[in-house]
């Protein structure tokens, strides 16, 4: 750990900045530069002289063999760097947690670290939720930018998913220890250090309190305009940030806790068709454009809740989300937009995993809206798998063991039973992620034989039922329910259709409204149609359902594109 | 049983709102349960709350309260989770119980009575109708699944006599009747009659001249999540041994071609507000 008495002055001006920045100029370009860049800068900055450099009174910088100042090391602590920041509280923890995240990322964090996570985040958060109670009369008194807003949170979670997965693993590790045949051989002395230092602090990260906070913080922020006076427009920004992503965060959350109906309508905030505008720099977005505009947070965002519509048999929705999201990256990938963003390391292996998805909603559900190029990404990672399903062979679910998120077990495990001979493996039993797959498995048996009905269905125009059965190797009275099932299990929700906004300003910024679950509607997956008269199975014609002014409109953009690129280009003769 | 009385409907949407996670509400919710469950098993006697409406969040909040604090199970907890299940199969074909199952633990989804619940879900989701229901009238014996010498709770009882009584018999039959009836336009009288546990032809046309057509609307003929039902009776007639179900857009011969073509305005006015801004 740095030396709390030598750091540069550097350090010194960019707290001082950063404060002035988030507590009194609110400037978001400022910001923007202190928080993504000077602070990356700082942290693997490059000495190109002799080592040495004078802190406030000649005191020299201690530093890597590379000249970095903190690569692998914490920050100065808060109460080092306070004084440069007049000892704000709300920015120290702010500071804490920033540091934190950086200190997390480059060494393994010890449970002690862990649990130190918690109290920064919640002392954090209980300073931010007083700040909002409180400063509603005193004017803006905080502004964060969106992209630091989003990594609070989705560190926040990270962290809690963490702990949960630790904590389950230590359980597991002594529990293992404990019933091993030979007695000499207990559990080790760091599990049996990290069980004693779960069970005194049973609070840290608690799921009741991390839900707490997080639906805290999206109440704070996103108030609709409504009787009883509150309205979100009348809120400074950065708790409506806060709230949006929060949202994002509770999504997943949800998503994790299998929780799929509650990770959805987590959502609906974010396109709330009624939701205020929020003031992001000099421009007024929707809820909905200001969460695409920190792709991190679109990510996330399209994942998870990609997965829960799949999970509650929601697969046009499921597999609009996943293609929309894995098209833009597609694109981003090719002029290397996505990698300037900040964790774009980890943006491969989601994209692999959302392509993975895509391969099982293209299997089961022919009418998944897809885009063409990622139809053909999906077919060349996945042609494998996909004909092992079609020869009659599991596939699902590796592609799901491989596709799904980290599903974690929320309750706090009876640490004491861990070191007792003939406890469970896992805590109480539960064993989440053997829940969920084994409720994704379940749903997946049926498809096998319905997908071969339709390619036989999609043959004829009519048939007999027992020449069908047959063809599927049934007997007729086998085979009639999976008449009625195929129907059944393709008969799902589907989201509604965005329309334009009402007022004329929010439409010549194009601005699109949301479309919250109140707008969901019955729809029917199937791409034929059949009923069944007497003893015949009639097939109509596939539906026809290509819309080629798509396919032209997105041209007529594409071509405006270009002209405008073409434009711009200064030929000097 | 607990003796904490129960909410009403309104109550349970305000705590919810306000306290979902605080495990103190845990017996309010139970009580809720038995409450939702109380208002199908009794057609005659009076619910013992006013405003007793089948809420979804309120039973899903329950088995989570359950998830995260292990320890308020009890000895209560598995029967409270079978009726909050049977409660959600009810709701069938809806994917409420797909959804609450997802955070049911295994252990308890395997003990009776939520292992025959499970089963009848799976037999109603691959529209095993005629096999769904002698499964169903197992959860109508209050000792079945019980191990020897073990007691019958009041929960289980209750459990029962909901499983017992014509409204969650006639739920199901309907929800099961309206989805023959998206499949076949005719159909054997003996697959429906087992389909539905009715004995003969009268009491299929007793029965389905009371449950009418579901209207639907939007232009390509998708229903919204809030249909509304019609004064046609969803059985047309019953000659023989054919049952004629009423027509629909999804048991006939679709009209005409389904494409269609032309912009929406949607569509255009997008492009044109985004080309807009472009040239600002």
Redo the contacts between chains.
């Keep these: 750990m740095a030396d709390e008495a030598l750091f540069p002055d550097s350090v010194k001006d960019f707290v001082f900045d950063l404060h002035d920045a988030s507590r009194r100029s609110f400037i978001p370009s400022e910001q923007q530069s202190l928080y993504q860049t000077t602070f990356r800068e700082i942290t693997a900055k490059e000495d190109g002289g002799d080592g040495v450099e004078g802190g406030g009174g000649g005191m020299m910088m201690m530093w890597d063999e590379k000249g970095r100042y903190f690569p692998n090391t914490a920050w100065p602590s808060s109460s080092a760097i306070a004084p440069e920041c007049g000892n704000d509280p709300l920015f120290l923890a702010l500071y804490d947690e920033l540091t934190l995240r950086h200190l997390q990322s480059v060494k393994r964090p010890s449970v002690r670290d862990r649990v130190g996570g918690w109290r920064a985040y919640a002392k954090l958060f209980d300073l931010i939720l007083a700040e909002a109670a409180g400063g509603g009369g005193n004017g803006e008194t905080l502004y964060l930018v969106p992209e630091w807003c989003f990594d609070v949170m989705h560190e926040f979670l990270y962290q809690f998913q963490g702990f949960c997965q630790f904590r389950t693993a230590t359980y597991a590790a002594a529990a293992k220890a404990a019933d091993a045949s030979d007695p000499e051989k207990g559990p080790t002395g760091h599990v049996v250090d990290a069980i004693d230092v779960l069970s005194q602090n049973r609070d840290a990260w608690a799921v009741e309190s991390v839900l707490s906070y997080l639906h805290r913080l999206v109440a704070a922020g996103s108030r609709r305009t409504g009787g009883d006076g509150a309205s979100s427009s009348s809120c400074a920004p950065v708790y409506r940030f806060l709230a949006y992503f929060g949202s994002v965060t509770l999504s997943r959350l949800e998503c994790l806790l299998g929780d799929y109906r509650a990770s959805v309508s987590a959502l609906d905030v974010i396109y709330d068709p009624n939701a205020d505008l929020v003031a992001v720099g000099e421009d007024m977005r929707s809820p909905e454009e200001l969460v695409n505009g920190v792709f991190p947070a679109r990510l996330s965002l399209a994942y998870h809740a990609g997965v829960s519509y799949l999970m509650l048999r929601r697969y046009k929705d499921s597999a609009s989300i996943l293609g929309g999201i894995c098209l833009f990256m597609q694109r981003g990938f090719k002029t290397g937009q996505l990698r300037k963003i900040p964790g774009s390391e980890q943006f491969n292996k989601l994209f692999d995993r959302m392509i993975a998805l895509l391969a099982i909603l293209s299997h089961v559900c022919p009418k998944s809206v897809v885009d063409d190029a990622i139809a053909s990404v999906v077919r060349e990672k996945h042609a494998n798998n996909l004909s092992k399903i079609e020869a009659g062979e599991e596939g699902y679910e590796d592609l799901f063991v491989f596709a799904c998120p980290k599903f974690v077990n929320p309750a706090v495990p009876d640490y004491g039973r861990a070191l007792r001979p003939g406890c469970p493996p896992v805590p109480y039993g539960q064993d989440a992620y053997k829940l969920q797959v084994q409720h994704f498995m379940m749903e997946m048996a049926a498809h096998a034989t319905l997908r071969k009905m339709r390619s036989y269905m999609s043959l004829y125009t009519s048939i007999e039922v027992e020449k069908l059965a047959s063809f599927n190797d049934m007997k007729v009275e086998e085979f009639g329910p999976w008449l009625t099932c195929f129907k059944h299990k393709m008969r799902q929700l589907e989201r509604g259709v965005a329309v334009t906004p009402g007022p004329a300003e929010a439409a010549s910024k194009g601005v699109v409204r949301g479309v919250n679950s109140d707008m969901d509607r019955m729809g029917m997956a199937l791409d034929i149609h059949y009923h069944v008269s007497g003893n015949v199975v009639h097939v109509d014609e596939a539906e026809k359902t290509r819309r080629f002014e798509t396919f032209f409109m997105k041209q007529i953009e594409n071509n405006y594109d270009i002209l405008r690129q073409l434009e711009s280009i200064k030929i000097e003769v | 049983m607990s003796a904490a009385p129960s909410l009403t409907h309104a109550q349970v949407q305000t705590l919810l709102s306000e306290s979902?996670?605080?495990?103190s509400v845990c017996s309010k919710l139970e009580s809720y349960v038995r409450a939702q469950v109380s208002a199908v098993a009794s057609t005659l006697v009076a619910s013992e709350s006013p405003d007793v409406r089948y809420s979804?969040d309120a039973n899903?909040t329950l088995i989570?309260l359950y998830?995260?604090?292990?320890h308020l199970e009890g000895e209560t907890g598995v029967e409270i989770t079978a009726l909050a299940s049977f409660l959600s199969l009810l709701r069938f074909?809806d994917?409420d119980f797909?959804?609450l199952?997802?955070?049911i633990?295994?252990?308890v989804q395997s003990t009776e009575p939520c292992a025959t619940l499970v089963r009848c879900a799976?037999l109603l989701?691959?529209?095993?109708?005629a096999l769904f229901w002698p499964e169903f009238r197992k959860l109508g014996i209050p000792e079945y699944g019980i191990v020897e010498g073990g007691v019958v709770s009041d929960d289980r009882k209750l459990l029962s006599n909901a499983v017992n009584g014509p409204i969650a018999s006639n739920t199901i039959r309907t929800n099961v009747i309206r989805?023959?009836a998206?499949?076949?336009?005719?159909?054997p009288l003996s697959?429906v009659l087992a389909a539905l546990d009715l004995g003969d032809a009268n009491s299929l046309r007793e029965f389905g001249s009371n449950v009418h057509v579901l209207s639907e609307?939007?232009e390509d003929g998708?229903?919204?999540?809030t249909?509304t039902t019609t004064n046609a009776p969803i059985v047309e007639g019953v000659e023989g041994d054919?049952v004629t179900f009423a027509a629909s857009s999804?048991?006939?011969?679709?009209v005409g071609?389904?494409?269609r073509?032309?912009?929406s305005?949607?569509?255009?006015?997008?492009?044109m507000?985004?080309?807009?801004?472009?040239g600002q």
């Design positions: 979902s996670y605080d495990p979804f899903r989570k998830q995260f604090f292990p074909p994917t797909v959804a199952c997802c955070l633990p295994e252990r799976e989701e691959s529209c095993d109708f989805m023959l998206r499949t076949y336009r005719t159909a697959m609307g939007g998708t229903t919204t999540a249909t054919v999804d048991n006939t011969k679709r071609s389904a494409y073509g032309g912009v305005y949607d569509d255009v006015a997008t492009m507000s985004k080309s807009a801004l472009r």
